[in-house]
Each structure stands twice: as C-alpha cells, then as structure tokens.
C-alpha cells in the first residue's frame, strides 16, 4: 500500500528525530525541529483554546530616513517645528513641502499636527494606504526609537560616561543589534527566535511548521537556540509548491529515488555542516507536507516584492487552524532604504510600496476575521541624517541613530506616538543639527543624528508582552531589558 | 624509475620546452604527504573512555598516575596528544578543543598552550581552559562529564569522557579512532607528480570551478606547486573567451537603445548594454571552459569582498570594468587593488564617492572601505582573533570621528567624461579611473586611523587630493588588521568556513611578508592558503571542517565535472546558467547589498558553526538546491525562443563515458566508485554508497544513462556533497 506522502514524511522524520537524539556523540548542539516534537510532546501543557495571535515584522533595509518619513507641520515654536526641519533640509533640495504631508493629530503632544511621508497615502490603481489608518486609531508610531545599552543623554554620549550600543551607524552591526534585540553584546540569536524558543512548546505544541517564518531568506531576527525557522519564496509560488521537490513520480523509479533521498539526509551527520544542511532541508520536507493545500486571499495585494511577501503570510494565516498553531511570527523585508543618494524619489516609491502592500494585508486580515489577531510592525537598520548628503537632485542622507516605527493592526493603541520623552518633553526628537538631540561630539562634524530615547528592546517587549510572553519570561528573551525603565510602551491594547 | 627521469624522456624535444618544464616541474617532487600519517589521539587513562588530564600543578605523566577525575569551569588543564608534527611557529592556535554535554551542546575551550614533552614518539601537552569561548550557549554546567576532542588542521582525534564538576552522567559511545577512511592502499608506482588522489580532487574544488578528469590528470602529472606557478603567470581570460567589449550608453535607456520595446533590436540592444546577461554569460564560459581557473575564480572570491551590484550599477560594461580591476589583480597586490577599486567609477557609483564633495560630504564609502574591505570593526591579533581589552571586550578599530576625516580625504572625486581614453558624449565613463576636481576637494587637514607605529595617521591641511588619497590608502594598507582580515576572508572563500587561527596567521604572515619583504602579494596570499597543511590531505574529519557550496561552485562544479556542452551536445555551452544560481538566491554580480550575499560572521541557527554561505541555506533555498540537482542531472538548459535567445546553443551534461561504466557493469558499483572519487573524493560513507546504490538498480538495466542521473541527483542534492570538505 503506498503511504500518502504527509504520512511517509512524518515517519522519516520521526525517524530522523529519533536517531538524531539516539546518538550520542553525531549531533553537536541543536535540536531540530523534529526532535523537538518527538522529546518535548508528553510533557506539554494543554493547549490553550483557540487564540490566535502573530506578529509581522516589515524590515525597511538600508535605513529609512525617519526624518522624512514624520515631519512637523504645526508651528509651535517650543518644540522643532516645520521651519527647523525646512532650514536643515530644503536649502539641498531634500525638504518635503509642508502642503504635500499628510496631517496626523498627535494627542501626546498636545495634539499638534505632524505629517506622514505623502506615500502613506491613496494612490491611483492601488489602496487607500495606512495614513487613513491613523484617524480610525489602528496606525501608531513609536519615535526616536534606536539601539541602546541603557539610556543615555547627550553629556554621556559626549563623556562616554554611558557604554553605547558597539558599532553605531554601520548597517550590519545596527541590523543586528535590532533584530537581536539587545545592543550591550554581540548575539548568535533574534528577538523574534528567542521568543519562538520559549513560546513554542506551549502555543503551537502540535504545530506543523515552525512557529516563526521568513519570507525573505535567513534572518537574525528568526534565528533561536533552538528555533529552526522557516524560510519560504513570496506569493509568486503557490504555498503547496514552494518547498515542493519536482521529479519525484509515483513510479517506483521514482520513489526509490525520492526513499534514498530521504535517508541520505539521515546519514553522516557527524560532520557539523553536513548535519546542518540536512536538518534544514528534513524541516523544509515536514512543512511541505503539511502545506500540500492552501486557500489564497481575497483582498487585492500589490505585485510587488513587498506585496507578494505580505500576501504570502496572508495565505498561512489563513491556513492557521489546519497548521495547528495559535502563534507565529514573520519577517519581510523591502531593500532600497539605504538613500545616500536621490532620496527623495527613491524613499517615496519605496515607502509608497511598503504602505500598499501593509494596507491590503491589513484589509485582508480585515476579510479573514484577523484584524485584532494579527500586529504588523515595523523594523529597520537606523535613522538618518538630518543633514542631508550630496545636494540638488543627487541629494540623500548619511547613517544616524533614533527612528520611527509604525505598528499597525485593531490590537494597536493608534492614533499616537509613543516613546520615552526627548529632551523636549514630547517623544519626538528636537530635530536641531548639533542641538541637544544631536549625537555628535564637536559642532564641525554634527549631522543631526537623534540619540534614541526609547530602545528596540522597549518596542520589542511591548509586542511580544501582547504576543503572549510572560512577564516572568521577559528578560530570558530582553537580556537588557531591565536597563529601561518600562518593558511597555502602551502602544498595544 | 624517478619521476624526473620520465619527465626528460618524455620531454627532450626544444631546448626552450624543457627549462619550462624543468622550472615549473621542479617543486613537484617536493610535495609532502598532505596525510597525517598516523591519527591524532588524545591519551586516555586507565579506563580507556576517560581523557587523561591533569591539573597545572601536579607533576608530569609518568607511568601509572592517577589523574584528577573531575575538574571545575574555568580550571586550565593539561591534556595530552599524539599523532601530530607540528611546523615551526604552530602552536596553541593550530588546536581547537570541542566538547559536548548531554543535551548535545557544543562548546569550545581555549587552549592556551603546547609543549612537546616526549621528542621519540612525539607527544604534546595540550594546555586549556574549561570555559566556553563561543557563546552561543550558557556555560556547560559542573554536572558530569563532557565528551572532549582535539581537532588539528582539519583532523579530528578520538573522543574521551572529562569530568567537570562530578563524572559521571554520560553514555560514550565507542569511537574509532580513525582518523582517515581514505587512503592506506597501495598507490600505483607511476604516479609521479602529484599522488595523494583525493587531495587532488579537494584542491580543484578549492583553486577552480570544479574539478574534471583533464585537471585532475594534470596535478597528477606536474603537482600542485607546478600548477600553481602555471596558473599564476597564465593569460587572462581565455583567447577565445575575451571580455565583451560593450561601449558606455547614455543613462537613459530611452536615449540608448531603439524605442520600439519588444522588437529584436530592441531586446538585443538592453540585453546588451543595460543588462547583466553579457558580464554573466561570459563569467560562466570562462569557469566552465577556461584555462585559467584559478584567477577567475580568486577574482570571483574578491567580488564577494569588493562588492558593487546591478542594477544600481546600471550597464553591463560599467559592471564590466569593475571585473577588470578585480582579475587585474587578483594575483597582484593588495595595495593596487584598493586604489584601482576606490577610483572604479561602478565603485564609485555604488558607495557614493564619485559625487561627495567638500560642501556635500558623503560618508558611504569611507565607511565601508574600512568596514569591510580592508580591517574590519574590531582590532585583530595576527591570527584573526580578536584583540579584548581589560573587560574581555572587542576593540573597535576607529569611530565616527575617523569615518568623518576619512570621508573628507575621500572627496573631489568624480567620472570623466572628458579627456579620458574611453570618455564619451552622452554618457558617463565608467571604463576609465574617477578623476579629481581639486576645487571639490575638503583640504583640511585629518586625522586618520590610530595604531602602533601608524604610517599618515595624520594628513596636514592643504594637500592636493591625489597625493592624499595615496597617503590615506597606505594609512589602512598598513594597518595590522588587514593581512588577518583579507587572509580570512580568501580562507572562507576557497577552503573552509572557520579556519584556525593558526591557518589565518600563516597566510596573514605570508601577507604581511612575503619572503621578500612586499606586504600585500595576494600571489603569494593565495599559494599560502592552497598549500597549507589545513587545506591539504585526503581527507578531513574535523566535524567542523568544511563549507557548504556557494549556489555558483555548485553549478560550476556539476557542470565541470561531467563534460558540460550545450544542449544537443556539439558544441561548447554558450555560458547561460545563471538562472540556475539566482534560483538558489545566488544570482551572480547582483548581490543584495554592499554585505555580498552572505555576512562573513553567520552562524548557523540552532548550532554554533561559523558558515557564511549557510546565509543561503535555508527551508526553501534548501529545496531550490534539491530541485536544481534533479534539473542539472536529467535535464539541460534549451535553446529558447526569445528573440534573439537568452540560450542559443544552451547547456547539458555529457555522461556517455559513465552510461558506459553503467552498461558495463549490471551490479552498478563502478559507476558509484567512479562518482564516489569525482564527486567526493573517495569520501562516501558505506550507508550512503548502499541507498544510492538500492536506487540505482531500481532503474532497469536497459536505460543505463538514467541509472548514471539517478547516481548524480543523489550526490549532488546530498548534504555530503553539498558541503566541501
């Protein structure tokens, strides 16, 4: 009799598991995913009932430039406003005119107005974008968020009094530092992954796929100690083909071919790369059984890279009860932020994507009945420069520091910053080049780069506390957690 | 007979031919026997599963001691091993202690000293520390035993129980202590050059794009060292491969090519000039079918350090000029390269130097040149590691204030479109060296990087931009980091993800003198690296030894190793694969960003391995991989339809010489030992050799070329293969 092919699986990964745990001295360091499931079932606690909750980190790559992607409108002269940001930025050419943002009311400043980046709003052929997401309290933003070892004021960055978070302004390390989730020493592991590690056993007991998938190849921030993410192509491959290998018939050619296949990766795995690579393909195997049927979605998503990723993790969700799992986490990402050069046109349609895209997921999760279950947030490497590099059509900006982050979803507290107050009593940065914001340490080399008051870890925590992490948990995933005054910055009901 | 007698027999014709030979043949009789000739075995005790250790203090091993048991977390120790011969200047950097616990974590001790302490049957006293140095797990806790093993140049020793804490608590089971499955027969008495056979094979899959029976023939006749010297003065690109010679365009593509999108001349003239399809398709010519393979291929390994990108570099022929600089001196050195790479206009371009100015300061590229191309964030020891302070903390190696001033020395720099030899109307140049606009020039003076005995750490105001940019670049060339830096990253690139750093200092020595006193000879860099005993031998049984194949050396090293020809099989390929690595998330010259495809630092999830091209690997690159292996093995790269055609002669294997061996021989085991010693180099596990073979003899004897892709698909979508060890 020919097993169907989500048994035949199953039972070459139990096996897997098996010999994987059964030999002493082969495997060095790590539990697979299928081991996991074979060690850890009898010992779990009950499943909880139905609750699903996830969590959809947008990774903005390169550095968006926060300083025009929030820019004052109002004129209140107590706090930086429109006329400070256009003296730094319009004599280069890289000033968005006042009339052209997009006002939002901002409540904890004494509702003065800001603006949203124009590309937040409706665009022909497309959705209405996430502006109009703000006034129906579904769109917050997190400002002068940014990698920190502890709190820090502009003295101590100057005396070096305060460690700072190590290799400011380069990409890699900052990238790092926030899908880590810590800034006090270098990680092997993600916030999302340690999340993924401490939370799997008890909300997805049973789950068919990992708790925490990338639709944007390996990411720090989906790598646990233990978590063995999933890596899958955007929607332009049907979810039942996408980790589908091809040539395998139901001849027996065929199958004897795909049976070797399958006990070649239980073989030789005393070498440590050997042992990698094969854990990571038998975890892609057992998630391709069990994605070996999909519905698609139904709200209308963008074709473009961010907007088929986004749809991509729109098909899972919907597919969430038969996967057996009441948490995941994802990670897309959209390149093209790192604008050292025509900012302008270049940020613009970037963001102009990434609103798009965030908004028809939004409406599908609307459609799906998913609007409070699922948080779509935002992470990227750093701020920007006030100070603009290059000038006239040419014109970008350099690495900075503190940014701003959109959360969206009907779980998000909108229509509001949130954040730890800046030296101007607000949450929003006093946007003056070399002013009391500015981390610099002379005048002749200030650039306007925002020393962060609020951590990536405070904006982590706050999502992962909804997520579902407990409190006695927190600091087993926030290492530094506890240098901060607060693990929650309200954004989240 | 000696091999240099066959040699003039066989070579007396032309006075001229024979001091050649002579001259290139010559170092071949000296290659050593790359094998350790006997295991490397850590001494036990009395009860032959327990380590023999002994704590600093206690007197030296002689006759029956009775040895501590258990030890606590952070107690150096002594331990001892034989097997092993160590070159002049190798020490405790040369050895890697690995230990695992009960939950199978790994963690790894420092060692911290090596002695010989018997000279007749050499045996070292290994001297280390019970601390994890890794990280990646919380330290082993003082529970029981640890199963412990030593690792040197790639070998592994046996494995023995170390009590930490208590003993106990730990099942061991019984090991070998082989150290080689390979070797240990008689080899043939006519080989004369080169004949340790699977170390032949490990060398193309480092020094080339895969091996194939002419190479493997050729080391075996003239040796590696013969090889190498060959290789290093061998022209550039192959005569019948040149570099496409595509002239710059206007930026527009609207104002460079015909408007009528769609038509033949239309596609022809994008494909050409504003696509990666020429640069692509010639790169994969000249690693399928070039003589000089290992220039491409170092060239290939620098692209992946000096990187720039399509689109964002817009024209195949800026793109183009960019390999030249790359290949130009890939053997040359590494000063050269630095400055031809900052003045490369697609350089220049992709990190913003070419428009930052003194009132427009751009900072991109005077942060990444330090970052990534040349020292790195943190200062080095010569070994690679990393120097700590007094908290054990990394020392960064500059700040924001040195990107500054470095920024400044970087300005003034800009395309030129007039004057230049390759200067023309309506386009940018891109062909010819960025060139200096004094008046955009920041003249101030600049303090640059900090060390001992720093050459122009600092730059007085007023200098011309010319003369600075010199002075700059030998302030980072002679910086210490960069001989560890560069040698790692060519090291990762060729052989092996996590070198010792005994292997990083010997190349870095090499590069910071090459015999001659020349600092940066990258030819010498990269005879080092081939040539050092951590590369060499037949086989390696470090657990931790080895890469995985980045997507392009595994589409390389198929198509090599079975005769690639194109589709209907009379002709050459005419290159067009590249496909097949995109589809892997490898598509070549279009790296992500400025961090190549993959960071240098990346570590598996879930285990502490230090893999950079594992950055590739994941659930569903993983199944690309299986699927390109069932493509290149029962399919092949048609002729399309396009018009013109992306694939005009298109891309196949040629196994009629294995459908051969598989008609031959019913039982189908000359067919798995011929791919056995191409594929693996002799390294097939016996279990590995039965499931293939179960596979193949499900295929009728009667189509003797699918038993052949059926062998092929399961070696090549094996994890075995897929790493390069």
């Not at chain 1, 003056?432 to 962060?452: E, F, H, Q, S, Y």
């Amino acid at each position: 009799m020919k097993e169907s092919r989500r048994e035949f699986i199953k039972k070459a990964g139990c096996a897997m598991g098996m010999v994987t745990l059964a030999s002493q001295v082969e495997h060095f360091g790590r539990m697979t995913a299928l081991a996991q499931k074979v060690d850890g079932g009898k010992r779990r606690r009950a499943r909880l009932g139905s609750n699903y909750k996830a969590l959809v980190c947008v990774f903005l790559a390169g550095g968006n430039d926060g300083n025009n992607t929030i820019v004052p409108i109002h004129n209140d002269a107590s706090v930086s406003n429109y006329s400070v940001y256009s003296a730094a930025r319009a004599p280069f050419g890289l000033a968005i005119a006042q009339n052209q943002l997009l006002p939002v009311s901002v409540p904890s400043i004494g509702n003065l107005s800001y603006g949203l980046n124009p590309a937040f709003g409706p665009q022909a052929n497309g959705n209405n974008g996430i502006h109009e997401l703000w006034a129906q309290g579904k769109l917050a933003f997190a400002t002068n968020v940014g990698t920190l070892v502890s709190p820090m004021t502009k003295a101590q960055y100057q005396n070096n009094s305060v460690a700072k978070p190590y290799q400011l302004f380069s990409h890699l390390d900052q990238v790092v530092q926030y899908q880590a989730g810590r800034s006090d020493t270098f990680s092997f592991t993600g916030w999302g992954g340690r999340v993924s590690d401490n939370m799997s056993e008890t909300s997805n007991p049973n789950g068919l796929v990992p708790m925490i998938t990338s639709i944007d190849g390996s990411q720090l921030f989906t790598a646990g100690q233990t978590t063995q993410p999933l890596a899958i192509a955007d929607s332009n491959t049907p979810l039942n083909q996408v980790l589908n290998p091809i040539g395998f018939g139901d001849d027996p050619v065929s199958q004897a071919r795909l049976q070797s296949f399958n006990e070649l990766r239980a073989v030789d795995r005393d070498n440590g790369y050997v042992d990698a690579a094969s854990a990571i393909t038998d975890s892609a195997m057992a998630a391709n059984a069990a994605l070996a049927t999909f519905q698609d979605v139904t709200a209308p998503f963008p074709n473009t890279s961010v907007g088929r990723q986004l749809k991509q993790v729109a098909r899972l969700i919907k597919k969430q009860a038969d996967l057996n799992i009441d948490r995941q986490i994802f990670y897309v990402e959209r390149g093209g932020f790192d604008t050292h050069n025509n900012q302008l046109g270049a940020q613009t349609n970037n963001l102009g994507e990434v609103s798009q895209a965030v908004r028809a997921f939004y409406d599908e999760m609307v459609l799906q009945g998913m609007a409070s279950d699922v948080t779509v947030f935002m992470m990227t490497d750093f701020g920007r420069t006030m100070n603009p590099a290059g000038t006239g059509g040419a014109v970008g900006s350099d690495h900075g520091w503190g940014n701003h982050m959109f959360v969206l979803g009907d779980s998000v507290n909108g229509g509001n910053f949130y954040g730890v107050n800046t030296s101007n009593g607000t949450p929003f940065p006093n946007l003056l080049i070399d002013g009391p914001d500015d981390a610099t340490n002379n005048t002749a080399n200030a650039r306007g780069r925002w020393i962060p008051t609020t951590s990536v870890e405070q904006y982590a925590a706050t999502l992962a506390r909804w997520y579902g992490l407990a409190e006695e948990d927190m600091t087993a995933v926030f290492p530094n957690i506890g240098s901060f005054p607060s693990s929650d910055l309200g954004f989240m009901l | 007979m000696s091999w240099t007698k066959l040699a003039l027999k066989a070579h007396i014709p032309g006075a001229i031919l024979l001091i050649i030979f002579a001259a290139i043949a010559l170092p071949a009789q000296i290659d050593p026997d790359p094998n350790s000739p006997v295991p490397i075995l850590l001494s036990s005790e009395k009860d032959p599963v327990r380590v023999l250790a002994l704590p600093l203090t206690a007197a030296m091993p002689d006759g029956d001691v009775e040895p501590q048991n258990a030890f606590l977390l952070g107690d150096t120790i002594r331990a001892y091993v034989s097997g092993i011969e160590l070159i002049p200047g190798e020490g405790a950097g040369a050895f890697r202690i690995y230990a695992t616990d009960g939950k199978k974590h790994m963690y790894r001790f420092p060692v911290v000293a090596v002695s010989e302490v018997k000279a007749k049957s050499p045996t070292y006293e290994l001297r280390f520390t019970i601390r994890d140095e890794i990280g990646f797990w919380e330290q082993p806790s003082e529970d029981g035993d640890l199963l412990i093993m030593v690792t040197w140049r790639g070998l592994a020793s046996n494995q023995l129980l170390l009590g930490v804490g208590k003993t106990g608590g730990l099942k061991i089971r019984r090991d070998s202590n082989e150290s080689s499955k390979f070797g240990g027969g008689a080899q043939p008495e006519d080989y004369v050059g080169y004949r340790w056979s699977g170390d032949r094979v490990r060398f193309l899959e480092q020094a080339t794009f895969g091996p194939n029976d002419a190479l493997d023939q050729r080391i075996r006749r003239i040796g590696i060292r013969a090889w190498l010297a060959e290789q290093f003065q061998a022209p550039y690109p192959s005569a019948s491969n040149p570099y496409p010679d595509i002239p710059l365009m206007p930026a527009n593509i609207n104002s460079g090519c015909p408007q009528n999108r769609g038509t033949p001349e239309s596609n022809l003239c994008i494909r050409t000039h504003y696509s990666l399809y020429p640069l692509q398709i010639w790169f994969f010519k000249e690693a399928f079918y070039g003589d000089t393979q290992l220039r491409h291929r170092v060239a290939w390994a620098l692209s992946q350090l000096w990187v720039t990108s399509f689109p964002t570099i817009q024209q195949s022929s800026h793109m183009i000029a960019y390999h030249k600089i790359l290949s130009q001196n890939a053997f040359g050195n590494y000063r050269t390269l630095m400055k031809d790479m900052t003045l490369n206009p697609a350089m220049g371009d992709y990190l913003d130097m070419a428009r930052s100015t003194k009132n427009s300061p751009n900072e991109n590229y005077a942060r990444e040149v330090l970052q990534l191309f040349t020292i790195g964030l943190f200062m080095l020891n010569p070994d690679g590691t990393y120097q700590l302070d007094i908290n054990n903390e990394p020392i960064p190696t500059y700040d924001q204030d040195t990107v500054n001033n470095f920024t400044k020395v970087f300005t003034g720099w800009t395309f030129c479109n007039t004057g230049c030899p390759n200067s023309t109307l309506g386009a940018v140049n891109y062909k010819d060296p960025l060139v200096l606009n004094q008046n955009n020039h920041d003249v101030n003076s600049k303090s640059l990087l900090s060390y001992p005995n720093a050459v122009n750490p600092t730059i007085p105001s007023g200098q011309n931009g010319n003369a600075e940019l010199d002075l700059a670049l030998d302030n980072i060339f002679h910086h210490p980091n960069v001989g560890p830096f560069v040698s790692k990253f060519l090291i990762q690139h060729l052989v092996t993800s996590d070198p010792t750093p005994a292997y990083v200092g010997r190349v870095a020595a090499v590069f910071n003198d090459n015999g001659q006193g020349i600092r940066g000879d990258l030819k010498s860099v990269v005879r080092a690296i081939l040539l050092d005993p951590e590369a060499r031998g037949d086989i390696k049984t470090d657990p931790n030894y080895g890469k995985l194949r980045e997507p392009v050396q595994m589409t390389t090293n198929f198509y090599r190793q079975f005769n690639v020809t194109s589709a209907d099989g009379t002709q050459q390929s005419d290159g067009y694969v590249s496909p097949l690595p995109t589809l892997m998330s490898q598509t070549p010259f279009s790296a992500p960003t400025v961090f190549n495809y993959y960071p240098p630092n990346y570590v598996v999830p879930g285990t502490t391995l230090l893999a950079p091209e594992f950055g590739l690997m994941n659930t569903g690159s993983s199944i690309a991989r299986v699927n390109i292996a069932t493509f290149m093995s029962f399919s092949s790269v048609t002729v399309d339809n396009r018009n013109p055609p992306n694939a005009p002669m298109g891309t196949s294997i040629d196994i009629s010489a294995l459908t051969q061996v598989a008609q031959n021989d019913p039982t189908a085991n000359q067919l798995l030992n011929e791919l056995n010693y191409k594929m693996m180099h002799g390294t097939m596990s016996q279990q590995m050799r039965d499931s293939i073979l179960t596979a193949v003899l499900s295929v009728p004897q009667t189509s003797p070329d699918v038993r052949v892709r059926t062998a092929l698909f399961l070696i090549a979508s094996s994890s075995q293969y897929q790493i390069q060890r």
